[in-house]
Each structure stands twice: as structure tokens, then as C-alpha cells.
Antibody, heavy 122, light 109 residues
Framework: EVQLVESGGGLVQPGRSLKLSCTASGFTFDDYAFHWVRQAPGKGLEWVSG????????HYADSVKGRFTISRDNAKNSLYLQMNSLRAEDTALYYC???????????????WGQGTLVTVSS | SYVLTQPPSVSVAPGQTARITCGGSNIGTYSVHWYQQKPGQVPVLVVSDDSDRPSGLPERFSGSNSGSTATLTINRVEAEDEADYYC????????????FGGGTKLTVL
């Protein structure tokens, strides 16, 4: 059974940093690309970033480019999101999502974690 | 940047057919994916690549895509289908990124 478990969320002041983690199990982690998708309270889905199986392809939404860094450790079956210079508008539930392919181009996300809540407030 | 437009809400009686649209410029040239998100739950893929249904999903769910509109169709709607539905595509201009529609709240009357 595919399992994705996010952690690392919490309350943080504007301008500070936070690092999210997603630990995967139940499948071969390095066979797939991964993504972070967020959802602000009561709002829709917003893609944040994606990373291919080898970390050779990485992309970001304009809203986080230059502030967030996605990474993965295939030996630890883990995905990460380093979030710097956080803003109030980054407040959201952050989901880890598994791609159906090792390199994304047009593919959907077939498994999602339960999410970890990030609240940016003073 | 590319924009996907969905109606905020669609209402349908049980047993009827629900059609949820997703509009975008030449969306027919994109691969469209659809997700269902029930209250308090995580999104679930219900249609991929315009019209493919993941294994285990009811055959009542289907999709189509042509011209400027992609459509998710739910036949014989049941109360359990009440949820938010999101369409999604990949855009490569100027760099690869995902675009989600704003979401449609399906209400089963």
C-alpha cells in the first residue's frame, strides 16, 4: 500500500524558515517524480514544486521561486521542501503528491499524503 | 500564464448526470486530469489523460476534451459524489509547471 506521510509544518513568523518532509513507503521511491501541492484554508489546489526521480529536473511555481527549494533523498525514501522568507500568503496545507512517472511532462498525481499545515503569522 | 476556468458550483439530483467543465485556450491540445476532493479528505485522481479512469473507480466517471473545453461527466450521480472537483494540466511555457482549475463544488440535491 502506498503511504506518504508529511511532517514539519507548524506556526512560523513571517520572514522565517521551515523545512517540510515527506516519507514514502509501499513502493519503489526512486521510480517516480514527486511534487508539493498546497491548499490555503477554504481555497483550491496550488502546485508548488516538482522534482524528477533523479533530481535532474526541478521546477517551481512563480509564487515560490527563489524562496523554496525542493529536494529528495532516494536512500531515505524522502522528499523535502525548504521554505525560506515565508509570507502570510504561504499559509496552507502542504501535500506531498506522487507522480505516475519518473519524469514529469504531462502526468497526473496518483497518490497524496494527508498534508502538513503551515501557518505564517506573527 | 495558462488559465483553467471551472464553474464554482454544479447541482444535480441523485440519479441524474453531472457535467463539470474546465475551460482553457486550446485545452484540447493538453492532457487533462481530474481530481475529486471530499470535505476533510485528500484529492483523489478520478480521470487522467482526458478520459482514462484509474482502476477501481466507478464506471460512472468519464471525461472528454476537445477545443476549448474539457468535461468531467458523472452518470447516475450518488450522494457520495458530492465533493470539490479540480481539473489539472501541465503547461511548458516558459517552464514546466502545473495549472489547476479553481475547482467546482458538486452538490447532490
Amino acid at each position: 500500500e502506498v503511504q506518504l506521510v508529511e511532517s514539519g509544518g507548524g506556526l512560523v513568523q513571517p520572514g522565517r524558515s521551515l523545512k517540510l518532509s515527506c516519507t514514502a513507503s509501499g513502493f519503489t521511491f526512486d521510480d517516480y517524480a514527486f511534487h508539493w501541492v498546497r491548499q490555503a484554508p477554504g481555497k483550491g489546489l496550488e502546485w508548488v514544486s516538482g522534482i524528477s526521480w533523479s533530481s535532474g529536473s526541478i521546477h517551481y511555481a512563480d509564487s515560490v521561486k527563489g524562496r523554496f527549494t525542493i529536494s529528495r533523498d532516494n536512500a531515505k525514501n524522502s522528499l523535502y521542501l525548504q521554505m525560506n522568507s515565508l509570507r502570510a500568503e504561504d499559509t496552507a496545507l502542504y501535500y506531498c503528491a506522487k507522480d505516475i512517472r519518473p519524469v514529469y511532462r504531462t502526468s497526473p498525481f496518483d497518490s497524496w499524503g494527508q498534508g502538513t499545515l503551515v501557518t505564517v503569522s506573527s | 500564464s495558462y488559465v483553467l476556468t471551472q464553474p464554482p458550483s454544479v447541482s444535480v439530483a441523485p440519479g441524474q448526470t453531472a457535467r463539470i467543465t474546465c475551460g482553457g485556450s486550446n485545452i484540447g491540445t493538453y492532457s487533462v486530469h481530474w481530481y475529486q476532493q471530499k470535505p476533510g479528505q485528500v484529492p483523489v485522481l478520478v480521470v487522467s489523460d482526458d478520459s482514462d479512469r484509474p482502476s477501481g473507480l466507478p464506471e460512472r466517471f468519464s471525461g472528454s476534451n476537445s477545443g476549448s473545453t474539457a468535461t468531467l461527466t458523472i452518470n447516475r450521480v450518488e450522494a457520495e459524489d458530492e465533493a470539490d472537483y479540480y481539473c489539472q494540466v501541465w503547461d511548458s511555457s516558459p517552464e514546466y509547471h502545473v495549472v489547476f482549475g479553481g475547482g467546482t463544488k458538486l452538490t447532490v440535491l
